[in-house]
């Protein structure tokens, strides 16, 4: 007998004829996705879509929704922690959602579809202003990695090198967001507010962002300055550098155990602005990916010698002179690991997965100082760190960033065993309960391994910020393995 539910959900089905959307062929055919960098969230999905126009997104989103499917979106596949995939969901890739839809050279705006990584954003937006002599560029970026798209900086509130910067979201004036109902919202800070702080850090749990609107800034040449420096000093060093005028900088720790100055002496650089007619050095030296894909096998070998080549490295780049958007790219080389376990002879294969920790600014040597007796006590393989700075953020709604912290990054060396990812999960909980006991938090981004009472620390307001999904979404079309993971996590 037919109920009333299998009527309304035939119902539901006309809308998509009638508006031209093509129905899906029947595909048993499941597709195995992975994140690029740690290679250990393999996810098996029912189905990969890439559309090229918001049309395409929304039949996509309309079909599943008719038929009780669960959706997950994808860009740059460098998410850890399982926000991009879900097992079972049709799975949205929105790469091919890439183009520039607006450029106000007057206010410095910009919109572009959320599918477009950095690289393309930088080289088109500077293509457009070949006629500018001070061009409009973007403020920040991710670090690390470069193909990463523009919609995912805004669902992980990503940050940048800037010393006095918020996360991304200080630079987003608008977006707009397709609903699990079809419908196209712009939200700002005038407009559907709280869904503009829910969505930006919301990990594409509230719907898929569509289009970005970012506020620009004037493209500046700075001055690369360098020096050996020490934790133990360095909030004053990044101080005076901020109050000369400096505006990114960061902070790469030595990373053996086996030397007194184990994840406390480092190279400090910092980048001031230089005389916009300054001409640029003639020759320059640059770390690319064969250089520092030698730096990444050494760290996994010889890591006194891998500290030691990168500081004489960086050491000659003192006094350089880069552009502000530039100086934020990365070499990044996917599958570089899989290089590494062939020079090494490994049994297992291996990566490195990053975890982030945050610790009230006058805290910074004490945290570094407990993090790496930690690390000798219980065997942790750390292969590269940095230390940044972030500003407050007082508009995301699952705001990381609750104060001024210093930012600690750790790339950590996992075998892919059961034994050794348990024994380096391990490791992130006791890293974050040290922040913790310092008044800090860590990054919800790069894995899922904190405890309940590790979640509720530090995100107090996690419980609402999943009602808040139902309100947007009740039935709960967009899911990933993060999101149900912490979801059956809070239940427990």
Request: with cysteine; charged share 25%; proline share 2%.
């Amino acid at each position: 007998m037919k109920t009333r539910r299998h009527f309304l959900k035939c119902l539901s089905l006309i809308p998509l004829a009638a508006s031209g959307c093509a129905t899906w062929a029947r595909d048993t055919t499941a597709r195995w996705v992975n994140d690029i960098h740690s290679k250990l969230n393999r996810t098996r999905v029912a189905r990969i879509h890439q559309p090229r126009s918001l049309y395409e997104l929304r039949c996509i989103v309309q079909q599943a929704s008719a038929q009780g499917q669960k959706i997950s979106i994808c860009g740059g596949r460098h998410a850890m922690g399982g926000q991009q995939f879900g097992t079972g969901t049709q799975l949205i890739d929105v790469n091919a959602l890439n183009r520039i839809r607006m450029f106000n050279r007057k206010e410095g705006l910009l919109e572009v579809e959320a599918g477009i990584q950095w690289p393309e954003l930088i080289e088109q937006l500077l293509e457009l202003q070949q006629d500018e002599s001070v061009p409009w560029t973007i403020a920040q970026k991710q670090t690390g990695a470069d193909r990463l798209t523009v919609g995912g900086a805004l669902a992980a509130n990503i940050h940048s090198r800037g010393l006095t910067m918020q996360p991304i979201i200080s630079n987003v004036a608008s977006f707009e967001i397709l609903l699990a109902n079809g419908e196209v919202k712009r939200c700002s800070r005038s407009e559907n507010t709280e869904l503009f702080k829910l969505a930006i850090g919301g990990y594409g749990l509230f719907g898929i962002i569509t289009t970005v609107r970012l506020q620009l800034v004037r493209r500046k040449k700075l001055q690369r300055r360098v020096e050996l420096s020490s934790v133990d000093g360095l909030m004053n060093r990044f101080e005076t550098a901020i109050n000369e005028g400096a505006l990114y900088g960061d902070f790469q720790f030595s990373i053996d155990p086996a030397n007194e100055d184990f994840l406390r002496s480092g190279i400090l650089s910092v980048y001031y602005p230089a005389d916009f007619d300054t001409p640029m050095n003639a020759t320059r030296q640059q770390l690319d990916a064969d250089i520092w894909n030698q730096l990444l096998l050494l760290a996994h070998t010889d890591k006194s010698k891998a500290f030691q080549l990168y500081s004489d490295f960086y050491r000659q780049t003192d006094g350089q002179l880069y552009w502000s958007d530039e100086h934020q790219m990365n070499s990044y080389s996917d599958d570089y690991h899989i290089h590494i376990d062939e020079q090494m002879g490994c049994k297992h294969p291996g990566s490195e997965m990053i975890t982030e920790i945050y610790v009230p600014r006058h805290r910074l040597a004490e945290f570094m100082t407990n993090a790496a007796a930690d690390f000798r006590a219980n065997d942790v393989d750390v292969i590269y760190g940095t230390i940044r700075l972030i500003e407050k953020d007082d508009e995301s709604y699952l705001a990381w960033a609750r104060q001024d912290y210093a930012c600690i990054i750790f790339n950590l060396h996992i075998n892919h065993t059961e034994q050794h990812i348990a024994h380096s999960a391990e490791a992130f909980r006791r890293l974050i309960d040290i922040a913790i006991s310092l008044g800090g938090s860590y990054y919800l981004t790069y894995h899922r391994w904190a405890t309940k009472a590790q979640l509720l620390r530090c995100y107090p307001q996690f419980t609402q910020f999943l009602s808040e999904k139902k309100v947007y979404d009740p039935e709960e079309r967009f899911q990933s393995d993060w999101y149900r993971h912490n979801k059956k996590l809070l239940q427990s």
